[in-house]
């Protein structure tokens, strides 16, 4: 028998029916696969953007925390260089003003959230603008602030002001009295006053970048938590 006669032969109309019925079962099958991967890589996603708000919020509370400190400092430097310019006599309540004005402050971030994405692929985070606004904050903002408290305020503080107040004061910690051994000398002492211009210059600069910092944070918690919204309604 040929082939031509074996093909007329066949029941078509039932093949055919098969045949799409096939097509269509593979068809739904792979939808419900991708939808059902779509569904894990949204819950992912929204996971990720969760953990990296709540860090957000962390940094808000470091942050903040630093801005008050700093402006202690900044305002008993002032006192300070107020005394040296009026010349007042020494007062032992003076000891406590000093003492601040060393005062040290670092912004710790928690970045793990961030690292965590990095390793996972950013494009984990699907919306192009809330991926860019995460990676510039961590990748400039936070690393412009960190390296200049590294670089800057540390060197500043290890370099120029701490040999003078071990030089010129019987105890230099932060929050903790310093006295003068000679406080009509060291009103008098340039290099005293000068390392103290300079380091409230380096404070200022980390204080103001504090703020502007923290209203980054603030900024790209309102962006997630908008994104969020968005995915939560899918």
């Avoid at 003078?164 to 406080?183: C, G, L, N, V, Y």
């Avoid at 390392?195 to 944070?217: D, F, K, M, P």
Wanted: no cysteine; charged share 20%.
């Amino acid at each position: 028998m040929s082939v031509l006669s074996r093909l007329a032969k066949l029941d078509w109309p039932t093949l055919i029916v098969e045949l799409v019925l096939i097509f269509i079962g593979i068809t739904a099958a792979l939808w419900f696969d991708n939808r059902n991967e779509a569904q894990r890589n949204r819950g992912d996603e929204i996971a990720i953007l969760g953990e990296l708000v709540s860090a957000l919020e962390s940094d808000m509370d470091d942050l903040e925390g630093n801005i008050n400190a700093g402006r202690a400092t900044l305002s008993s430097i002032d006192s300070i260089l107020g005394w040296i310019d009026t010349g007042v006599p020494y007062d032992s309540a003076m000891a406590e003003t000093f003492g601040r004005s060393t005062g040290q402050i670092r912004f710790f971030h928690r970045a793990g959230a961030y690292q965590y994405l990095k390793s996972a692929g950013l494009g984990m985070v699907t919306n192009n603008s809330v991926r860019a606004a995460v990676t510039s904050y961590y990748e400039f903002d936070v690393q412009n602030l960190t390296s200049f408290e590294r670089e800057l305020v540390s060197g500043q503080w290890l370099g120029v002001l701490q040999p003078q107040m071990i030089e010129k004061f019987s105890h230099a910690f932060f929050s903790r009295p310093a006295i003068p051994t000679d406080w009509e000398a060291l009103r008098r002492d340039r290099e005293y006053r000068s390392a103290l211009i300079t380091w409230q210059s380096v404070l200022a600069w980390q204080y103001e970048g504090g703020i502007v910092l923290r209203a980054q944070s603030e900024s790209l918690i309102e962006t997630i938590e908008a994104e969020l919204a968005v995915l939560g309604a899918r």
